[in-house]
């Protein structure tokens, strides 16, 4: 038979067809975890996939991760008929026609921390957990935040431009050797894996020692008011320097967590604010130098601290200052005290100021005082709190959600100030290995089902008064499709209906679950 090019590409493509290999999803290589869910295993010949498959007109496509272990179990299915008197306790009706906010994206944190556990794998484990995270047979976030200079989760604390003290011209500032060996590298991979733009956060712990009041890293600070313009440029500087680096910078903000500089419990790098001076700052040095600039559209996000303190550092600052809302395009917000605060603060900041948006910029588990396993491997309770956590921003308005360290070691770090916590991925490089926690999964169901450009549409719940609700969330996405989000946080199975249009998918959710189910648009 002589060699014919277009029958050998028909028949290979046929053969990978038959073979299921254009859409094999690679399941979790699970290790059971005494008494909790199990972690899913990387080493440096295997890491699990997900593929997202497009449903069928007149199917739909169901995907669940549980305690019980399941990771992204798929499913596909054929829609019903609607019964009249249902088939369940409780159904959803989807209304895709009420329309909320337009979804910017997902994402972790390119920390010290994260990069150099990243470097002390081997490059096939790197390439696995960039791929994990970013690719498209991963959860495919599309979104990261980078601090500007040093954070906690590093091994030391450092800021740009340190020497000269007093340097208002900043003449000696350049990026530090943890940009160069850590950080510039895995945002640049993490930009080559991602088959969308990736939108970079950045944020600035603490400047150099010299321009705050207390001459330190940590405790009562503020900025001196003779740097006011010279932190302003210290942020033109570093967009500067990462630009020639080739990262470009999606959105600064406007400081991490100002209230650890004001009620200085924590005992890692930051710098305090009182709403006023932080006004007076972003209205006077901040705004105009950004705006100014040839960086002029990098998004300015105020706040950058827990939700709690929206209504005095946000709401006061800006009713004293409103010139510093013009400058600014949002507001990002942290986890750390959610469970406290009532989410309807997050509504109020687009209802109040047309046009500006909510991120959520970071979160993690195990910082509490009281979380003595600061990494709990294979604990469910963590993305059970991520879970909630996501869906209620989401339903009260807020464009994306950025998770903290992409990855940490066994410990939870490392962290010179012994602030150690937990991450979705944990590394373990003497095994030649890393662990995909729980939380990965949690975080999937949404990162890699909601695209950016998806719109929040209407979910409606129908249940017996005194049933528990199944927390959630729908989208319609600019692939045409309907995804919805439901979370059974209960010990018990439980059976419910989705109804879209004129049918409906019936379908199981096991104890402890989360499920996201793809729906052909109407
Ligand atoms: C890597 O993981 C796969 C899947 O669990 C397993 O079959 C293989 O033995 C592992 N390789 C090593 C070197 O541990
Ligand atoms: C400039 O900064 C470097 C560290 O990045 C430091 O070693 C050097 O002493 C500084 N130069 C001056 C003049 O302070
Ligand atoms: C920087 O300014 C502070 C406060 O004015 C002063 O105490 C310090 O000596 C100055 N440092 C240098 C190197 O000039
Ligand atoms: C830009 O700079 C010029 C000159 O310093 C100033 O007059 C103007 O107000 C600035 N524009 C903005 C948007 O801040
Ligand atoms: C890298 O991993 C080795 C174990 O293989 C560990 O001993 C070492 O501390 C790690 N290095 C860093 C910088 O975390």
Known sequence: ??????????????????????????????????????????????????????????????????????????????????????????NFVVDPDTKYQTIEGFGGAVTDAAGINWKNLSTTLQ????????????????????????????????????????DTKLANFSLAPEDFDYKIPMIKKIMATSSTPVEIVATTWSPPKWMKTNNAWIGFSSLKTEYYQTYADYHMKFLQEYEAQGVKVW????????????????????????????????SNNLGPTIRNSTFKNVKILGLDDQRYTIPIW???????????????????????????????????????YPGKFVLASEACEGSYPWDTEKVALGLWNRANNYISDIITDLNYDVVGWLDWNLCLDKR???????????????????????????????????????PRGSVRIKVT??????????????????????????????????????????????????????????????
Not at 131 to 138: C, E, I, K, L, V
């Open 314 to 352: 946000f709401d006061v600052m800006v009713n004293r200052h409103p010139k510093a809302l013009e400058y600014l395009d949002g507001v990002a917000v942290h986890y750390y005290g959610d469970i406290i605060t009532p989410p309807w603060l997050l509504s109020q900041i687009p209802e109040k």
């Open 127 to 166: 390439d696995y957990l960039i791929n994990s995270y970013y690719g498209d047979t991963g959860i495919q976030y599309n979104m990261l935040r980078t601090p500007i200079g040093g954070c906690d989760f590093s091994t030391h604390a450092y800021a740009y431009n340190e020497l000269p003290e007093n």
């Open 412 to 450: 939870g770090g490392p962290n010179w100030a012994s602030n150690f916590v937990d991450s979705p991925i944990i590394v373990f490089p003497e095994n030649r290995e890393f662990i995909k926690q729980p939380m990965f999964y949690a975080l999937g169901h949404f990162s890699k089902f909601v």
């Open 251 to 282: 959105a600064i903000t406007t400081t991490n967590e100002p209230i650890n500089g004001v009620v200085p419990l924590a005992r890692f790098n930051s710098l305090g604010w009182s709403p006023n001076h932080m006004g007076d700052w972003i």
């Open 1 to 90: 038979m002589k060699f014919d090019a277009r029958s050998f590409v028909v028949f290979s493509i046929s053969a990978v067809m038959f073979l299921g290999l254009t859409s094999a999803d690679k399941p979790c290589a699970a290790r059971a975890i005494k008494g909790r869910s199990p972690v899913c295993v990387c080493n440096d010949t295997y890491c699990d996939e997900i593929i997202r498959e497009k449903p069928v007109s007149g199917s739909y496509v169901a995907y669940t991760s549980s305690e019980g272990g399941l990771r992204f179990h798929k499913r596909t299915a054929k829609l019903e008929e609607i019964l009249s008197n249902g088939c369940c306790h409780t």
């Open 461 to 522: 719940e129908n249940k017996p008064i005194l049933r528990h609700t199944i927390e959630n969330v729908a989208f319609v996405t600019p692939d045409d499709t309907y995804v919805v989000i439901l979370h059974n946080s209960r010990s018990k199975i439980r059976h419910v209906a989705v109804r879209v249009g004129k049918e409906q998918a019936n379908l199981d959710l096991p104890a402890r679950s989360i499920t996201t189910i793809e729906f052909p648009k109407y």
